[in-house]
């Protein structure tokens, strides 16, 4: 199993879920293979940090693992079969989502499921994009997710593939979850008020 870790004022500490932020630089110890995971609004001195720590780890087992840079939108299936499925978000909500608290308000959360470049749920990648309607496309699937309920929107052009991934993302979140979570699947033009308002359509 891969360790993540966060790279943070310049040392670094393990984090339990694969939630990466755009800001931020992270480090996945999968034993063999060492990657540095870069956000693309990180830091230049987070990006050293990352380097340095990986470097220091590839030393301690005498340059055994190889050390890979990847960048944010062009991670590899190997690495994201390593992670897991992998929730790409903003920095703040990252710090949020990462907290074991029981939060009694939840930002509401869209992210767009694209692409047929996943094999398996276990190296699909969940975007988060700005709430808007402007961020909706035909051919993609989205989840908006307010805690209580999970709107999977489908596009017109979207896959079955990616309609499929979408019911299955929205399931893992309300496995993760206290509480009893509402699945709604949208077909994009058939909104209901309540994703309407949300949205502003």
Known sequence: ????????????????????????????????????????????????????????????????PRVETVHQGNEPLEFRKT???????DQDLAKSMLKKTEKKTHPVVMYRISGEEFETLDDVQFVQVPLSKASLDSEDVFL????????IWQGK?????????????????????????KEVFVEE????????????L
């Open 157 to 181: 052009k979207s896959s079955v593939r990616e309609k499929v991934v979408g019911g299955r993302i929205a399931r893992k979140f309300d496995a993760e979850r206290v509480g009893v979570q």
């Open 83 to 89: 992670v897991g499925p992998m929730r790409i978000v």
């Open 1 to 64: 199993m891969a360790k993540i870790y966060l790279i943070k004022e310049g040392d670094y500490e393990e984090i339990m879920q694969p939630v990466f932020s755009t800001g931020d630089t992270y480090v996945v110890d999968a034993g063999d293979r060492i990657w540095i995971w870069l956000g693309e609004k990180t830091t230049v001195d987070e990006k050293f940090a990352g380097a340095f720590i990986s470097n220091l780890m590839d030393k301690q087992r005498k340059g055994k």
């Open 189 to 200: 033009g058939e909104e209901p008020d309540k994703l309407k308002k949300i949205l502003g």
């Open 144 to 151: 908006i997710d307010t805690y209580d309920t999970i709107y």
